[in-house]
């Protein structure tokens, strides 16, 4: 059974504020993921990283950065949020590259940014 | 040009019918290959994957993979309206990245 876990469920902010959206997961996975998905739309990779202190950014333009200090955190955080970053904001996890498609998501963070 | 292509449907069929769904990859040294199942308003779940040619099964569910024409499909038998969905196709390309590519998804509607 998968477990990651990502916190807030659900966030309303004003323009301008610094967020940061939580992404914790316990199956020692080296691999994890950031993705951004608008209502019926196709999954954006925004970040990656392929272990502690290895972050790459993805196909999709981002504002938000992201850090792995420890195996289990992969957290993204925005420095001044705008409208345009309403989004939902999916966290993933894999293990050995050899089953690197085998992606366990989180609940997701709905964003919302007034 | 985008490298994992699906028809964003909405596929209809009717409750016990089966379900075909579709999935070309431009990446010939492509090696393995996924479907994911996500419901309105929840994440992508894993429920087939496929890394050799021919058909693999799992219940009602099986995935078909043809590299030489690089498209790879997935059949639900026996379509219950709780499958209405979007299926995602995935695809792990050659080059050692690693990092799998999304199709935008193909949404399954089974009618009553």
């Known amino acids: 059974e998968a477990d990651i876990y990502q916190t807030p469920r659900y966030l309303v902010i004003g323009t301008g504020k610094k967020i940061t959206l939580e992404c914790s997961q316990t199956m020692g996975h080296d691999k994890m993921y950031w993705y951004q998905q608008d209502p019926g739309m196709e999954l954006h990779l925004i970040h990656y990283s392929y272990g502690v202190n290895s972050t790459e950014k993805g196909d999709l333009s981002s504002e938000s950065t992201v850090s792995r200090i420890r195996t289990e955190h992969f957290p993204l955080t925005l420095e001044s949020a705008r409208p345009s970053h309403t989004s939902q904001y999916l966290c993933?996890?894999?293990?050995?590259?050899?089953?690197?498609?085998?992606?366990?998501f989180g609940e997701g963070s709905r964003l919302t940014v007034l | 040009q985008k490298e994992v292509e699906q028809n964003s449907g909405p596929l209809s069929v009717p409750e016990g019918a089966i379900a075909s769904l579709n999935c070309t990859y431009s990446?010939?040294?492509?090696?393995?290959f996924f479907w994911y199942r996500q419901y309105s308003g929840k994440s992508p779940e894993l429920i087939m994957f496929i890394y050799s040619n021919g058909d693999k099964e799992d219940g009602r569910f099986t995935a078909q993979l043809n590299k030489a024409s690089q498209y790879v499909s997935l059949l639900i038998r026996d379509s219950q309206p709780s499958d209405s969905a979007t299926y995602l196709c995935?695809?792990?390309?050659?080059?050692?990245?690693?990092?799998?590519?999304f199709g935008r998804g193909t949404s399954l509607i089974v009618h009553p």
């Open positions: 990446d010939r040294g492509s090696q393995s």
């Open positions: 993933a996890s894999s293990e050995r590259p050899e089953r690197s498609g085998e992606l366990f």
């Open positions: 995935a695809v792990v390309p050659s080059g050692g990245s690693y990092i799998p590519t």
